[in-house]
């Protein structure tokens, strides 16, 4: 089996055969009655134009899902049919991601391009048996021709050109004698079909472009409707998963393969997309996102993109665990990010490492506590996993603290600090306001002064005194600087993408960017473990979020994090609501 576990001791992997859905009952039955021998065989077959984003991981958590559980094997096919669109840069991108994902496809990673001659024979085929012509029409005409969903539609004048006729032009095309756009090889299917796809669909056209791994070997190439059920065939695909656009190519799909001398005969069955709120789901768009220069590239981490997301601090096992909660259905729907945020702080709150950062900063000076004193406390790295063990937190007379977390005048219950009020220093001590100092010219508050108990070291008393207030800090004198990104939905809109379609004034999905995507704060404070941290670490930030440190880190020589995610989880209320 070519499956790969990547995290052995993680529960989110663990081999699920009771898994049920539409797809799988079918793939079942196949099996019960014999028609799959071999076994089951899937492929995950992206088109190398853009990067993956997290709707293709659920056709590969979908594709190389299925062949685990059901002993079979998922290939890596590369669609590379169209040279003007490809790039080499997104085959190693699409590699990388679906291996951190944590597939492996084994030797079984395959390219379209790798079967042109294969398809040019299969070509050949349909023209000696009558069954695909070269057509003259000009692009437009053909658009003409071929109807619409009410109207039928016509049959070109050159339909009928001799088999003969059609090899010798057909040959032509491939010699390269003619321009791009000045034929095209269509299958003689029928122009009447109420299926519009069967209306004498393209298979080939000339375009003289160079191939990244053809080179200059062709200057006609297949349409994907044409190379995919041959593709699919030729490596024995036995369920070709794909999404729901393609239930109407269906019909022409086995058209091929019932009209081919195929080695095997590929089953396709559609599954709904998956769109998820407040982003747009398509290469086209995202690139555009790119292009526009509205992102910093196909891994910012407010793409949807796994780069993206990787970026931003998701880990694989969130993504397969949300592949599977959603499911498969049949029809097309749009999942709230809410749900995907919600499993991310799961698997975040057993693995990150908690520490305490001060984004915004006030200085408090705890007046009775020593001058020169310094006091290494401990803090639990994860009350989740007491495996993670404990870290040294030095504590000294002056601090930060969130600026958030005091207020002169406290609303009504307010119980963090405040005049007259005691609050804890999470691992530290209780402190108690005195008074504050302020800036001369501006009168804001500078500093803080406080007293502490130092019978309340840790952050508790023998007394039972009640403290409701706890806060995080960090010691002045040991702070490291950081640099913290602070994301949010990079669109205003739920359903961009939706809504696009019916705007009034004729908006773009562009016009609904939220400005306010990212917030950068150049310098937080935070404890010395932050010293050392590497791209990928991730962390959660007390009372604030599940942080993971950027690449930007090793090139701008200071520890940079992005926020991953809040800890405020509206999907859990709302499932608790459900509940109740
Ligand atoms: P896009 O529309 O984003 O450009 P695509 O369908 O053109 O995507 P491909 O590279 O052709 O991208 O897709 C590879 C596989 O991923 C296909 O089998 C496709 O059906 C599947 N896929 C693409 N988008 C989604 C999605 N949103 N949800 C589930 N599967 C998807
Ligand atoms: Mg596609």
Not at 217 to 228: L, N, V
Not at 480 to 509: C, Q
Not at 528 to 538: E, M, Q, S
Not at 544 to 571: E, H, M, Q
Request: glycine letters at 6%; aromatic letters at 10%; a neutral charge.
């Amino acid at each position: 089996m070519n499956i790969n576990k990547k995290s052995k001791n993680n529960e989110n992997f663990k081999n699920d055969n009771n898994k049920s859905d539409f797809i799988r009952d079918i793939i079942r039955e196949d099996i019960k009655v014999g028609k799959i021998p071999d076994g089951v065989v899937t492929r995950f077959p992206p088109e190398p134009n853009g990067y993956l984003h997290i709707g293709h991981a659920k056709s590969i958590c979908l594709n190389f899902g299925i062949a685990e559980e059901f002993g079979g094997r998922c290939h890596l096919r590369f669609d590379d049919t169209n040279p003007v669109k490809e790039d080499i840069e997104y085959i190693k991108s699409i590699i990388n991601d679906v291996k951190w994902l944590g597939f492996d496809w084994g030797k079984h990673l395959y390219y379209a391009s790798d079967y042109f001659d294969q398809f040019y024979n299969y070509a050949i085929q349909l023209i000696k048996d009558g069954k695909a012509y070269v057509d003259s029409l000009s692009t437009e005409e053909i658009k003409k021709y071929r109807g619409t969903l009410t109207e039928p539609g016509k049959e070109s004048p050159y339909r009928n050109r001799s088999v003969e006729e059609n090899l010798e032009l057909f040959e032509k095309m491939r010699r390269g004698d003619f321009e791009e756009g000045e034929c095209v090889l269509r299958a003689k299917i029928d122009m009447a079909s109420p299926n519009l796809n069967m209306r004498d669909p393209v298979i080939y056209r000339i375009k003289k472009a160079t191939h990244h791994r053809s080179g200059d070997k062709w200057c006609i190439y297949p349409m994907y409707d044409f190379a995919h059920p041959l593709s699919d065939a030729i490596e024995g695909i036995t369920h070709s998963l794909c999404t729901i656009e393609f239930e109407d190519h269906r019909p022409l799909y086995n058209w091929f393969i019932e009209n081919l001398p195929v080695p095997s005969k590929p089953r396709q069955i559609e599954f709904a997309r998956l769109n998820l709120t407040y982003t747009v789901m398509s290469k086209r768009k995202l690139g555009k996102l790119v292009n526009e220069g509205i992102v910093s590239g196909w891994d910012d981490p407010r793409m949807p993109t796994i780069s993206g997301l990787r970026r931003r601090g998701y880990t694989p096992e969130a993504i397969r665990k949300f592949s599977d909660r959603i499911g498969v259905a049949k029809s097309n729907s749009i999942v709230d990010i809410n749900l995907l945020e919600h499993i991310l702080r799961e698997d975040l709150n057993k693995r990150a490492q908690r520490v305490m950062v001060v984004l915004n900063p006030i200085k408090v000076i705890i007046e009775n506590y020593p001058d020169n004193k310094v006091e290494y406390l401990d803090g639990e790295n994860n009350p989740e996993d007491s495996s993670m063990g404990n870290r040294k937190i030095p504590f000294s007379k002056v601090i930060y603290i969130e600026k958030d977390d005091f207020r002169e005048v406290p609303p009504p219950k307010y119980f963090r600090l405040a005049p007259g009020k005691e609050v804890r220093l999470k691992h530290a001590y209780y402190i108690k306001y005195k008074e504050s100092i302020r800036d001369e010219k501006t009168g804001e508050i500078k500093v803080i002064i406080c007293t502490y108990d130092p019978e309340s070291r840790g952050g508790w008393t023998n007394d039972g005194r009640k403290v409701k207030g706890t806060l995080h800090w960090v010691s002045a004198a040991h702070a490291i600087p950081v640099e913290v990104r602070l994301y949010d939905h990079l669109f205003t809109r739920e359903y961009p993408e939706e809504e696009e379609k019916v705007d009034p004034s004729g908006k773009s999905f562009l016009d609904y960017i939220n400005p306010e995507s990212l917030k950068i704060i150049d310098c937080a404070y935070g404890e010395p473990i932050l010293k050392d941290v590497k791209p990928g670490d991730i962390f959660q930030f007390l009372r604030i979020g599940y942080f993971c440190v950027d690449p930007d880190t090793k090139a701008k020589n200071k520890p940079i994090f992005n926020r991953t995610v809040t800890l405020k989880d509206s999907w859990a209320k709302i499932e608790k609501k459900l509940k109740k």
